[in-house]
T-cell receptor
Framework: DSGVTQTPKHLITATGQRVTLRCSPR?????VYWYQQSLDQGLQFLIQ???????AKGNILERFSAQQFPDLHSELNLSSLELGDSALYFC???????????FGPGTRLTVL | GQNIDQPTEMTATEGAIVQINCTYQ??????LFWYQQHAGEAPTFLSY????GLEEKGRFSSFLSRSKGYSYLLLKELQMKDSASYLC??????????FGAGTILRVKS
């Protein structure tokens, strides 16, 4: 158990819908990262937040957005969902000044 | 551009030693990570190298050559539970991790 929690564990929805994935980092970690892992793309970095501010952006689609709240939990919003958005979405957190990232168990999103 | 290359699959025998290679090319470099991932589970941290040389941690060791853009993960005394995907990841400036596609290691008895 890494100490990072993600909800829900599984999510099944239809094309065109919008969903929100939630992540709570390890106690004391200020940085939160979001990753997408699909069968054909591997693990892809989406976005990083540090203490509420966006810090780095990867291959995140415009239909996706994220935020980090004052209590440091983070949400990833996925809208206008397409079949190709079906994937495992991981959240990770890290301590300031430490490069090791601890991954949560992931949310498996299935778009039908 | 970003490019992380590692073999797709490897097979080794229980009790043996296996070396998984990784070459990388990234925009800025702030270290090289190895993660282990069992199917359907989260990646778990194995090692981090930022300076050239070998880092040893129990049965696992990792090596980095920054001038060659090359790293390897060495697994000794292989066990069946080591069957998993091994992900090489280079950290760019700003803590952005760029992952390779992963190497599926199969350990046979």
């Amino acid at each position: 158990d890494s100490g990072v929690t993600q909800t829900p564990k599984h999510l099944i929805t239809a094309t065109g819908q919008r969903v929100t994935l939630r992540c709570s980092p390890r106690s004391g970690d200020l940085s939160v990262y979001w990753y997408q892992q699909s069968l054909d793309q591997g693990l892809q970095f989406l976005i990083q937040y540090y203490n509420g501010e966006e810090r780095a952006k990867g291959n995140i689609l415009e239909r996706f957005s994220a935020q980090q709240f004052p209590d440091l939990h983070s949400e990833l919003n996925l809208s206008s969902l397409e079949l190709g958005d079906s994937a495992l979405y991981f959240c990770a957190s890290s301590v300031v000044g430490d490069n090791e990232q601890f991954f949560g168990p992931g949310t498996r999103l299935t778009v039908l | 551009g970003q490019n992380i290359d590692q073999p797709t699959e490897m097979t080794a025998t229980e009790g043996a030693i296996v070396q998984i290679n990784c070459t990388y090319q990234t925009s800025g470099f702030n270290g090289l990570f190895w993660y282990q991932q069992h199917a359907g589970e989260a990646p778990t941290f194995l090692s981090y190298n930022v300076l050239d040389g070998l880092e040893e941690k129990g049965r696992f060791s990792s090596f980095l050559s920054r001038s060659k853009g090359y790293s390897y993960l060495l697994l000794k005394e292989l066990q069946m539970k080591d069957s998993a995907s091994y992900l090489c990841a280079a950290m760019e400036y700003g803590n952005k991790l760029v992952f390779g596609a992963g190497t599926i290691l199969r350990v046979k008895s």
